[in-house]
């Protein structure tokens, strides 16, 4: 029996490995022996390198795709949570955002600390690049919330309110005015006689994603009802002998004729002594109001003409607001000051310097100096 071939006993030991056939005779068999080795080699090599491969991917897969950064991130990136939004939405937009590496990071962050029924909906300011417990430590945190605020004055009628909210909110002006024409939708209290004006509170208010116009009036109103509840406005109306709807009106006259907050208790006071003394109140603002127009001070054809908010004309109290009044002006309606005053005057519209008086010379010499300031004289 002849001792095996060197060559073949390579082959068979790599049989199991590769499958090799000589196809160069028996003159080529020492260089198919050779050819089968170098194979052989290269087989080994390729099965290195695969495995090299496996082993680096393993080793550096977490440099490459992250589960999570670590640290505080950099830069500052805006994201949006939608009302609705759950653990697992919010952790598509933050991962999407790069805020996080990952969603499932975010969402064991949360589910760790049990503070899936704790993100609201907004806007925030984030950073990039964020472990995941970092961009929720900032998601729950006051200060990172971009907000869109609009301050409303005390004073503006209600038109100039609705323009003011769709300048500043972004919110449709037809849909604005829709909702407060709707009598039912606003929650208005039963002596507002289903009108928004006067009612609709002065105020800084936060425009929160998915806030409709009905929901931002709703706000207004809610807001009023709580002033009007610290300041006890329906007692303070009955103790003055007022319905609430009147002490309202009474609060929008004193808010537009007022010039500093401390003299509104006594502008309430002129009010309420021409009341009692069954005369006309004789308002520059009340007429303004009834015309559409705006000033301090109305022309003689202005005080001709007859509105029912002409109090030249008309008697009493005008028969609705003239505006939103504010804490201060609702306060003073119903605790006027005390005083015999009849009669006042801005003098200084700049400067906001009223003057009160119960004598009719001294009236008289104050609309002079109102006057002189306006350049009328």
């Given at each position: 029996m002849d001792p095996p071939d060197p060559a073949e006993s390579g082959s068979a030991a790599t049989g199991a490995l590769f499958a090799f056939t000589d196809d160069d005779g028996?003159?080529?068999?020492?260089?198919?022996?050779?050819?089968?080795?170098?194979?052989?080699?290269?087989?080994?090599?390729?099965?290195?390198?695969?495995?090299?491969?496996?082993?680096?991917?393993?080793a550096a897969g977490p440099l490459v795709a992250p589960d999570d950064y670590a640290g505080a991130g950099s830069g500052t990136v805006v994201v949006e949570i939608t009302p609705g939004a759950t653990a697992g939405d919010v952790a598509g937009v933050l991962a999407r955002a790069d805020v996080v590496a990952s969603a499932g990071a975010f969402v064991r962050a949360v589910e760790g600390r049990g503070k899936a029924e704790s993100l609201r909906p907004g806007r925030y300011r984030l950073r990039h690049r964020m472990a995941a417990g970092s961009a929720l430590d900032l998601l729950l945190s006051p200060g990172a919330r971009v907000r869109r605020r609009v301050t409303v004055p005390e004073g503006l009628r209600a038109g100039e309110t609705l323009a003011r909210l769709a300048r500043l909110s972004?919110?449709?002006?037809?849909?604005?005015?829709?909702?407060?024409?709707?009598?039912?939708?606003?929650?208005?209290?039963?002596?507002?006689?289903?009108?928004?004006?006067?009612?609709?509170?002065?105020?800084?208010?936060?425009?929160?994603?998915?806030?409709?116009?009905?929901?931002?009036?709703?706000?207004?109103?809610?807001?009023?009802?709580?002033?009007?509840?610290?300041?006890g406005l329906e007692?303070?109306?009955?103790?003055?002998?007022?319905?609430?709807?009147?002490a309202v009106?009474?609060?929008?006259?004193?808010?537009?004729?007022?010039?500093?907050?401390?003299?509104?208790?006594?502008?309430?006071?002129?009010?309420?002594?021409?009341?009692?003394?069954?005369?006309?109140?004789?308002?520059?603002?009340?007429?303004?109001?009834?015309?559409?127009?705006?000033?301090?001070?109305?022309?003689?054809?202005?005080?001709?003409?007859?509105?029912?908010?002409?109090?030249?004309?008309?008697?009493?109290?005008?028969?609705?607001?003239?505006?939103?009044?504010g804490e201060s002006?609702?306060?003073?309606?119903?605790?006027?000051?005390?005083?015999?005053?009849?009669?006042?005057?801005?003098?200084?519209?700049?400067?906001?310097?009223?003057?009160?008086?119960?004598?009719e010379s001294e009236f008289v010499r104050f609309r002079q100096e109102l006057n002189r300031h306006l350049g009328r004289q």
């Amino acid at each position: 029996m002849d001792p095996p071939d060197p060559a073949e006993s390579g082959s068979a030991a790599t049989g199991a490995l590769f499958a090799f056939t000589d196809d160069d005779g028996p003159v080529d068999r020492a260089r198919g022996g050779r050819r089968r080795l170098l194979l052989l080699a290269g087989g080994a090599t390729v099965m290195l390198v695969a495995a090299g491969l496996v082993l680096g991917y393993v080793a550096a897969g977490p440099l490459v795709a992250p589960d999570d950064y670590a640290g505080a991130g950099s830069g500052t990136v805006v994201v949006e949570i939608t009302p609705g939004a759950t653990a697992g939405d919010v952790a598509g937009v933050l991962a999407r955002a790069d805020v996080v590496a990952s969603a499932g990071a975010f969402v064991r962050a949360v589910e760790g600390r049990g503070k899936a029924e704790s993100l609201r909906p907004g806007r925030y300011r984030l950073r990039h690049r964020m472990a995941a417990g970092s961009a929720l430590d900032l998601l729950l945190s006051p200060g990172a919330r971009v907000r869109r605020r609009v301050t409303v004055p005390e004073g503006l009628r209600a038109g100039e309110t609705l323009a003011r909210l769709a300048r500043l909110s972004g919110l449709p002006a037809d849909g604005l005015a829709r909702a407060a024409a709707d009598r039912t939708a606003l929650d208005l209290p039963p002596y507002a006689a289903g009108a928004a004006e006067g009612f609709l509170f002065p105020a800084t208010y936060d425009i929160e994603p998915g806030t409709t116009p009905r929901g931002l009036l709703g706000s207004m109103v809610r807001r009023f009802r709580r002033a009007a509840a610290d300041v006890g406005l329906e007692a303070g109306a009955a103790r003055n002998r007022l319905t609430p709807r009147q002490a309202v009106v009474l609060a929008s006259i004193v808010q537009a004729e007022g010039g500093r907050e401390s003299d509104y208790p006594k502008i309430a006071r002129v009010i309420y002594n021409r009341l009692a003394a069954r005369a006309r109140l004789e308002m520059d603002s009340t007429v303004m109001y009834g015309l559409g127009r705006h000033g301090i001070v109305a022309s003689a054809a202005e005080i001709k003409r007859d509105t029912p908010y002409n109090t030249y004309l008309h008697t009493g109290l005008p028969p609705g607001p003239i505006g939103n009044p504010g804490e201060s002006a609702l306060r003073a309606a119903i605790q006027p000051a005390v005083g015999d005053w009849y009669w006042f005057v801005t003098i200084d519209p700049a400067r906001r310097i009223t003057k009160f008086t119960n004598k009719e010379s001294e009236f008289v010499r104050f609309r002079q100096e109102l006057n002189r300031h306006l350049g009328r004289q």
